[in-house]
């Protein structure tokens, strides 16, 4: 077994490896949950928890899952967190899993789960792997708050739905940017955020 | 041992599935009344919103359990000849014994009504549609529901009916699955506002969603562009529903026109 650094393993899908802006997975979720601050943060919560218990559960079955069939265990396991998470937030958050509505089903079909279990619980003892699960999981919301973030407020005026730009401000003529609000203005900040790492991080360049 | 065996992974996955299943299920019956709760309380949350729509200085708060037991009224079903069967609890004496209807059960009415269009017309008496009637500000409001097929899921919502059985007060309107930015705005201000002041038809049109303005037209409203599909819907739902509650509605105009009259007669005599 090779040797892991535990904090590298948590910290490195933050900025350095982030799923979203180094890898490009889960794009569609984060283009869809953005829209406003509280229901990114409840998606970002939401795929932390699944991310980081279906790779510990994932983890500790390793050595006795039957190869032919891995892929299937592996939805069996992600599925069922997903499930356990929706059922919850039904039960204790339900306006916000009514504004969510089936995003939180299909974290399922969010590459990012499914690629670290396969790539690297798959193969790492269960400690490691719940520290990856858990750094990509924060790597995503990190992201998806950041656009969020950017998204409310220059969409709606509000921040967690409270009023952040004055009144007095509408009163000398400024205006919600409309075009916030729809997906592809958050595909444009996506794509904002990629070019302010690579310009960060020269190594992330293609030559 | 061999993990790649055909007999490990049959007896692998058969496990793996019965504990998946054991786990899923048990998490759904314990997290089941709480989910029901929140559902219960978004129920009475449209129902409120719909009749508070009567009286513009009305809101809607958290505490909707709280509202619902000091405003309602009463709360019954009707069949569809209007007449009325048995009481659900208001919630008067204790808040946790509200009773209202879930979509579940106007799903179940709503196929007893699809039989009734398709010709069973003896089914009428056995249809048990929920109504309820809010106090806003000393008016009888009373709230219908209304169930029906969107484009991609069920639509429904709740209409404040006033004490004439004709003149829409608010509506609410909620959906499964619209879609975002397009049907899914039927469940948004402005286009429910748009039901306030409206009359039910007296003919076989008792209110349509239509395309193109609906200017001057008193038993229609505007359609919302770019869903079609979803707008005719909800016309088609709200136009079925309203035939089957207004055997009961046409007795609230009776009603209220009795009362109008008893109102001038006393007069009469009071100033002989």
């Known amino acids: 077994m090779k040797d892991i650094n535990l904090k590298e393993t948590l910290l490195n899908p ?182 302010i790492q690579r310009a960060v991080q020269k190594d992330l360049q293609e030559k | 041992m061999n993990t790649n065996s055909n007999v490990y992974t049959v007896i692998y996955s058969t496990i793996l599935v019965v504990i998946v299943a054991a786990v899923l299920a048990f998490a759904a019956s314990a997290l089941k009344p709480m989910q029901d709760e929140n559902i219960k309380k978004e129920t009475i949350s449209q129902v409120l919103s719909a009749a508070a729509q009567a009286d513009d200085s009305m809101s809607v708060g958290e505490d909707v359990m709280a509202m619902y037991a000091e405003q309602a009224v009463d709360a019954f079903y009707v069949n569809g000849k209007g007449v009325v069967g048995a009481h659900m609890n208001t919630g008067k004496e204790n808040i946790a014994d509200i009773k209202v209807e879930s979509t579940s059960y106007l799903k179940s009415q709503n196929d007893i009504i699809k039989k009734i269009e398709a010709g069973q017309t003896e089914l009428l008496e056995s249809l048990s549609l929920p109504v309820y009637v809010i106090n806003v500000n000393g008016q009888k409001v ?75 037209d008193e038993s229609g409203v505007d359609a919302i562009s770019g869903a079609t599909i979803t707008s005719q819907s909800l016309g088609r739902t709200i136009n079925t529903w309203a035939k089957y509650y207004e055997p009961y509605l046409s007795t609230l105009a009776v009603a209220a026109e009795e009362a109008v009259a008893e109102e001038v007669a006393t007069e009469e005599t009071v100033e002989e």
């Open chain 1, 14 to 195: 933050i900025f350095k490896g982030n799923p979203i802006s180094v890898l490009v997975l889960g794009i569609c979720s984060s283009l869809a949950v953005t829209v406003q601050l509280k229901g990114a943060c409840v998606m970002a919560l939401s795929v932390t928890i699944v991310t980081a218990l279906s790779s510990l559960v994932v983890s500790l079955l390793r050595n006795t899952i039957p190869n032919r069939i891995r892929i299937i265990v592996q939805l069996v396991v992600v599925a069922m967190m997903v499930i356990l998470v929706d059922q919850v937030l039904k039960a204790f958050a339900y306006p916000v899993s009514k504004t969510l509505s089936v995003y939180i089903g299909l974290i399922i079909t969010n590459c990012i789960v499914m690629g670290r279990i396969e790539a690297f619980a798959l193969g790492n003892k269960p400690l490691p792997s719940l520290l990856d699960g858990l750094g990509n999981g924060f790597g995503y919301g990190l992201i998806l708050i950041v656009v969020a973030f950017f998204r409310e407020l220059l969409g709606s005026g509000t921040l967690f739905g409270f009023r952040i730009i004055p009144e007095s401000f509408y009163d000398l003529g400024y205006m919600n940017n409309g075009l916030m609000i729809l997906p592809p203005m958050a595909l444009i900040l996506l794509g904002c955020i990629i070019w």
């Open chain 2, 142 to 216: 009373t709230v219908i529901p209304c169930y029906g097929a969107g484009l991609w899921g069920p639509i429904w919502g709740y209409i404040a009916v006033a004490e004439d059985g004709r003149t829409i007060d608010g509506a609410v309107f909620d959906h499964k699955s619209e879609t975002p930015g397009l049907g899914a705005k039927i469940a948004e201000k402005p286009f429910y506002s748009q039901f306030k002041g409206k009359v039910f038809g007296r003919g076989e049109r008792k209110f349509d969603v239509v395309k193109g303005g609906a200017n001057g």
